[in-house]
Every structure is written in C-alpha cells, then in structure tokens.
C-alpha cells in the first residue's frame, strides 16, 4: 500500500507588496531585489488575518477539488512556524473551521521543511492504516514575523497557504519515498529568537527587536545550496531513478540564486523546474504545496509524472520527497 496524493488546494492574500512599495520602506532597490533574490512581489495579509484562515481557505480548496467532506477526515496536520498563537495549535482551529471533528489535529514545526516533514507523518499514518483520509497544511503569516526595517530580511518572505489531500492506494503511484534531516548545531543561522521560554515576551525584548527573524544570508546560501544538492540526489537513488526521470522539480521558494546553484550542479534543465518566488516571495511551510497545486492547475502534473520536492529550513532542517502522480 502506498499513500498518494488525491488533490491539492492553495490560498493567498489579496493584498500585493511589490519591490517599488519596499523602496520606500527601507534603503534597496527593485533591481537589487530581484539580481538577489529572483523576487519581484509578495503577498501580505490585512491587520487580523491568521494563519488558521489561510490554511483554512486551502484546506477548503483542496477538499472541493477531491470531493471530500472535511467531516471524514481522520488526520489534519499544520506546518506552520507562524502560528496563531502558542496554544492552542493552528491545526486545532482550522479543524474547527472546517468542522472536522473526526480528525487527528496537530501542528508540526520545521520552518521551510515543515511541509515535506508533515508529507512524510501523513504518509506514515496512511500507509499503517491509521489514518484513511489525511489532510496536510502549509500555512504562513511572515509578515508576522518581518522586521521591516531590516533590508536583509524583509524583502525574502510573503504570505500563504497551501494543502493536500492523502489517501491509501494499491496502485503503483503515490508517495514514493520521504526523507528528512535535522542539525541543531546550526540553529543560528534562520531564528526568531524572542517570544519562548528561552527569551519571553517583555517590553526590553520588544525593544530590541527580538520577535523578528534573523538570517545569517552568506552562511545559509551556502548550506542550503549543498543540502538541497545531497536530499535531491538521496532521494533520487533511493528510488533508482536519474535526474532525466524527473518530471518536475519543485523547490523550497527561498531565492532564485539558491534553485539555480542546485539546478546546475544536479543537471536539472529550467523547464522542468517548478518557480513562483517572483510572485510569491519565501512563504516558508507553504512554499512547496503553494507551488504544487499551481502547477497541478496549470496542467504541468499528469498521472505518471515524477516530482521531486526539495526544502531547507530552520532548526536547520532539510528535506526530500519523491511523488508519482
């Protein structure tokens, strides 16, 4: 038994913020931007908007495309590092949303790799026969966490949800294979290091700027570069398949720089490669499903085809995911 992917579903804000708005926030340029970071706009929540009403608003999208009543679901799984708030879980409120009182609801926090780490739960829940009917959400409110008075950072991320639907198969396509990696030791390098334990909320830590992430850029780009290099091709042999088998690429959307180093050294031709970070921007756990269900409704996905999904991210985590449609 495999577990496979049945439909997919996506939200994003209305509201755009295009390189020319940031210009007149902090000292960049469009040019700068986009010869950086591929980015032209990004998507921004309204005041009170949640990451439990985009993951809803995909979740509900992905439910209509497969026809499933949110009321059958057996597992609801969130990727999220921006949650609504500490407690109780994002999952627990976009379950009440939908309604779906049957289900498993838990958040999982991997930053960047949070939807390919839940990819991977799913999958293992499904094909156990635990779970017959699993939902898995990426969802994000960056601009929660963006210091936008800092140019290194606040020109990276956007806001959006995305979501899949899960369910056991017998047929010889689905969920190949998952693979997922963690190193503590380069916590530093991608944090939000105030509003935990470690730095609770508190007017000194407000002032210093702490509830906003920090990237160490030079370091990350080269870890990334070579993780994203070295999941790709594990999860490649693993499945005893070479780059030409590879339908479809589908990186975490970080930046431009970062997808093409890894296109290059793995041999990976652009018109199989699936990008949205001009549009999008980094919207963390929703990157990957985001861009998913755009190519699913752009017809680039057909049944057969082999996708290979790649991410990095906080913690540091990393990640790989091999998919035949």
Known sequence: MRARIVATGSAVPKRVLRNADLERMVATSDEWIVERTGIRERRVVD???????????????????????????????????????????????IQRNLKASRAIAFDLAAACSGF????????????SGTCRKALVVGTEVMSSVVDWTDRGTCILFGDGAGAVLIEPSDEDRGILSTHLHSDGD???????????SRLPASAAMLADRQ?????????????AVRTLEATAR??????KLGVDDVDLFIPHQAN????????ERLGLK?????????????????????????????????????ILMVAFGSGLTWASAVVKW
């Open 186 to 196: 380069l916590w530093d390098l991608v944090c939000v290091p105030g509003g935990g």
């Open 270 to 306: 652009k018109d199989r490669v699936m990008l949205n970070i001009d549009r999008y921007g980094n919207t963390s756990a929703a990157s990957i499903p985001l861009a998913l269900d755009e190519a699913v409704r752009a017809g680039r996905v057909a049944p057969g085809s082999r």
């Open 47 to 93: 005041a009170g908007v949640a990451s439990s009403d985009l993951g809803t608003e995909a979740a509900r999208a992905a439910l209509a495309a497969g026809g499933w009543d949110a009321a059958d679901l057996d597992l609801l799984l969130v990727a999220t590092c921006t949650p609504d708030m500490p407690l109780p879980s994002t999952a627990c409120l």
């Open 256 to 263: 431009v720089r970062i997808v093409n180093a890894v296109m």
């Open 116 to 127: 390919l780490y839940g990819l991977s739960v799913a999958d293992l829940y499904v094909r």
């Open 211 to 223: 509830q906003f992430v920090k990237m160490k850029g030079n370091e990350t780009f080269k870890v």
């Open 234 to 239: 594990e999860a490649l042999e693993a499945n």
